[in-house]
């Protein structure tokens, strides 16, 4: 029961394929809609698959940045292979997708340098993140809520000082003093002198314009002028004077005017505190956002300064209480039962109904693409369906939920330099069926718009070599005669290897063709160009070819007329 129930904030997996890996989400919201389903606002993090080369290549050099720093244990190829899969990144970009799509729950936690990356891959359902996706702008950014734990970020203790030993160190550049304690006033006058100083900074509001407009009324001077900014300021005053009072008195109120002293709320106008509102309901706490894109004006102090005065307010409160009332009305959690019905891709055994991938023609003896079992009691079907992959029931539920195979195999194949889209381990089934040259081209043309690469296909020596050395078993002519049948080419290199210490050391004679001039290749083009053919005068040349009836007799690509022709050759009239 527990373990379908889902709450605002659980990490959950998300099925819009059936052939596809699961999709990660963080839920926001849960809401029901007019027809009484339930729809779930999620945050969407995106796997290593859905990013491009580039990007890839980034995350891959702030993993090794991460793995020197924080000294992680050597790790095996495999395992390497395996952690890209727990590798997540966050985004900023919310959708609502039907909660009846919901296929379990995962962990998704913030990578640190404490962690342990070989951690990861013993917990099932586990995965990290370190690095923030932008999909509009196709960026990679580090994430600002690092939490900074680690022997870099500690103080350094210095050694305790013997009995009796000086302290050499300049204490002016360590500490400043701005309260003493031990002073000579009592608390009553000390009191005093703060409602002597909220006095002065009322007074000196209703002196100051941009103040009057701001504060029209006295009860609201009176509230600015007792805030923590004024009280700071008379409490610094007197220590500045040794706690003389006759002295702070006249340092509030100089021969100029009073001192006015105002804070971040004061500083801003209301267009300003409406705008932080705005950034802060899209952006949270990101207060590198906030000034980026909404208050480029304000300095990063001022924005963090404001946002703890404005939690004071009474407007905080009641946006706090209209959210409470919203969050009220919504759902907290619902029930998904478990997924219970047949995924497509299932091989159905030849006894049963075939699967709706027709599934069924599948090859006996073919092993798991990923682990390379050959026995498993549930198989399906992966990879395009002309090479007919499968994987067990294991691997299928670890590419569901990870987005890759276990091991690296041949049809994932490596990262292409340059190439704007993943390996083929971290591509769809779809994506790697349309980079198949057995597919229809128009079922690829949308993707090869984008993905068409030049390539190569570049023999070894030793190929070369059979070639020439096993012509009788290789019998090239024949095998161009039947294109589709396949050649056990480890045999030919096997049967290569016996022979070639046997094979001749003579070098193979090479029959020099002398090559003709340029004139004579002209010479003989002008003797074997055609003659050219002279129509009957008086007889018409009909406009569409297709209504005579006489033979049509094209020439030779060598310029030889047919033996055919429907009238004969005149010569020119003298």
């Not at 505190?273 to 480029?296: C, S, T, V």
């Not at 409160?317 to 891709?345: C, F, G, H």
């Not at 399906?380 to 990870?402: D, H, T, V």
Request: with cysteine.
């Amino acid at each position: 029961m527990a373990a379908n129930m889902y709450r605002v904030g659980d990490y959950v997996y998300f099925e819009n394929s059936s052939s596809n890996p699961y999709l990660i989400r963080r839920i926001e919201e849960l809401n029901k809609t007019a027809n009484g389903n339930v729809e779930a606002k999620v945050v969407c993090l995106f796997r290593r698959r859905d990013l491009s080369g580039n990007l890839n290549t980034l995350a891959d050099s702030n993993a090794r940045e991460f793995e020197e720093e924080s000294k992680q244990p050597t790790l095996s190829e495999q395992q390497k292979h395996q952690l890209k899969h727990r590798e997540l990144f966050l985004s900023r970009q919310f959708e609502s997708l039907p909660a009846t799509h919901i296929r379990g729950k995962c962990n998704v936690t913030l990578l640190n340098e404490t962690d342990v990356l070989s951690g990861y891959l013993e917990k099932e359902d586990c995965f990290f993140y370190s690095l923030v996706y932008d999909p509009v702008q196709k960026t990679l950014l580090a994430d600002q809520g690092e939490i900074r734990v680690g022997s870099k970020y500690q103080a350094e203790i210095p050694d305790k000082l013997a009995e009796g030993e000086l302290d050499n160190r300049v204490q002016d550049k360590l500490e400043t003093k701005v309260w003493d304690p031990s002073n000579q006033l009592k608390d009553p006058q000390i009191d005093q002198f703060l409602v002597v100083a909220r006095a002065v900074g009322t007074f000196a509001r209703a002196l100051d314009c941009s103040s009057s407009i701001r504060q029209p009324s006295l009860h609201m001077s009176a509230a600015a002028a007792s805030r923590d900014i004024t009280l700071f300021h008379a409490m610094d005053t007197l220590q500045k004077n040794n706690y003389d009072l006759a002295k702070a008195m006249s340092t509030l109120v100089p021969q100029g005017g009073p001192v006015l002293c105002r804070d971040e709320m004061e500083e801003w106008s209301a267009s300003e505190a409406m705008l932080f509102e705005e950034a802060l309901e899209k952006y949270g706490k990101d207060f590198n956002d906030i000034r980026q894109d909404f208050l480029p004006w304000k300095s990063l102090a001022s924005v963090v300064q404001f946002y703890y005065m404005w939690k004071t307010t009474d407007r905080y409160i009641q946006q706090k209480r209209l959210k409470a009332a919203e969050a009220d009305s919504k759902l907290k959690q619902v029930y998904i039962p478990t997924y219970t019905k047949p995924n497509p891709n299932q091989i159905m055994m030849p006894s049963s109904k075939p699967g709706m991938n027709g599934a069924a023609g599948f090859q006996k003896g073919l092993n798991c693409e990923s682990c390379h079992t050959s026995q498993s009691p549930q198989w399906y079907a992966w990879g395009p369906p002309n090479m007919q992959c499968r994987l067990c029931a294991s691997c299928w539920i670890y590419w569901k939920k990870y987005g890759g195979l276990k091991t690296p195999t041949q049809l994932e194949g490596a990262a292409r330099a340059g190439s704007e889209t993943g390996p083929r381990g971290h591509m769809t089934r779809q994506e790697v069926q349309g980079m198949s040259p057995f597919t229809r081209n128009e079922g690829r043309a949308k993707l090869l718009a984008k993905n068409r690469q030049t390539f190569i296909l570049q023999t070894t020596k030793l190929t070369r070599i059979a070639r020439r050395v096993c012509q009788d078993i290789l019998q090239p002519r024949r095998a161009a005669r039947r294109p589709y049948a396949s050649i056990n080419a480890n045999a030919v290199k096997a049967e290569c290897m016996i022979r070639l210490p046997k094979a001749t050391k003579t070098p193979l004679k090479i029959k020099i063709v002398p090559r003709q001039s340029l004139a004579t290749i002209v010479k003989d083009l002008a003797a074997s160009a055609p003659l050219k053919v002279k129509t009957i005068r008086g007889l018409s040349t009909p406009i569409n070819r297709n209504q005579t009836s006489q033979p049509r007799v094209g020439q030779s690509l060598l310029g030889k007329r047919g033996f055919e022709t429907g009238f004969e050759e005149t010569s020119d009239p003298v």
